[in-house]
């Protein structure tokens, strides 16, 4: 019986594992085609290669992002995992420099996988008072010659931002690709696919979803042969979205400007709040003049904010006095801001830095604040009040 077509607007969940090929010929042409690692295939094989569903959804992020291709990834870190394996070329693999000031879940990737398990040769870059030496940089470049350099537009936790657009010149100069982590700028902010970078990364769970209820990731880029390499290693290793979980992503991402654009209005206000009470040593936040990287930010994110995140530090004669005010704070707010270690959620959220990076970052007392798009005069009354009672 032949199926009645569905006046819906959306595109369905197709949860096939595999798709009908109807006979041996058919099948040998996908077969072949599939070859080619087109990022919509015109014969569907198998979910693990490509769905329709994560197609759909990869489609809007490439308006986002105004890109070529996005292949999205079941989290972050396998985002993470496809954008950096497919410049492994066994021994002829160049050193991978990366930044030092990035996500610590991707520090324990390098140390524990890349140079544990697969033995590749990695550097760190490292920034001089809050910032990256362009100079500095380049005299570096051009000793490893190394096969990418790897950056987060805005640092985790510390919100180092990265002048993007001199960075990647120099790579580009000495031969080098260059891979941005965008997670905490989006694209509502900054594009660095615009400058000439070759991919860029996302953890979806955060902004792109953001409502803390699945895990996502994605990569985005302009290059046919990156994307289809790119294509290869998540096909191989796995690293597919569910149709499930890419469904959610795509009702959810229709909301993301309104929800990111409030959030960083929100973030702004607390900062420059947050810098004026005496019971906080320092605040780190790009859209502050205090901050090491506030005028590359404003070139950079041309006035739109500053993103939604903010790292403080609470004042202490020693460890005990920060940490206890740290705790008390926690305990106070608890109610309307929770600790949750993620970010990018409807409400704001915190998470204590040392309690999570005790060798990087030790200082007791030290907080970061994922900010939320609730009506910030409610934020800042927790928040205010809390203070006033340490």
Known sequence: MKRKEVNSSRMPVYRDAGFELYDAKTTAEAFKKET???????????????????????????KLESCEWALLTQSGMSAIDTALSIFQHGKDTRPWLFFTEIYGGTISFIESVLKSRRGLDIQYFTPDNGKYDPDKLEKTISVLRPEFVYIESISNPMLIVADVTELARIAKKHGSKVIIDN??????????????????????????????????????GNDRKIMQSAIEYR??????????????????????????SR??????????????????????????????????????????GFGAMITFDFVGKNETEK???????????????KLIPTLGDPHTILMPVEAVWPTKYPEPGMIRLSVGFEEYAELEGTVGTAIKSL
């Open 323 to 337: 940490r206890g005010r740290r705790d008390k704070f926690i305990k106070l707010v608890s109610e309307k801001i």
């Open 235 to 260: 096909k191989f290793v796995g690293h597919m979205l569910s149709p499930d979980d890419a469904y959610r992503l795509q009702t959810q991402m229709q909301s993301f400007e309104l929800r990111f």
């Open 36 to 62: 080619e690692h087109s990022r919509e295939p015109d014969i569907y094989i198998y979910s693990r290669y490509r769905n329709p569903t994560v197609v759909s959804a990869e489609e809007e992020i490439m």
């Open 263 to 304: 959030q960083c209005s929100n973030a702004l206000k607390l900062a420059e709040y947050l810098n004026k009470v005496p019971l906080i040593k320092k605040v780190w936040f790009p859209g502050l003049k205090s901050h090491s990287t506030h005028n590359i930010a404003e070139k950079l994110f041309s006035g739109k």
């Open 183 to 220: 997670t905490f700028a989006t694209p509502w902010l900054y594009k660095p696919l615009d400058q000439g970078v070759d991919i860029v990364i996302h953890s979806a769970t955060k902004y792109f979803s953001g409502h803390g209820n699945l895990t996502a990731g994605v990569i985005c």
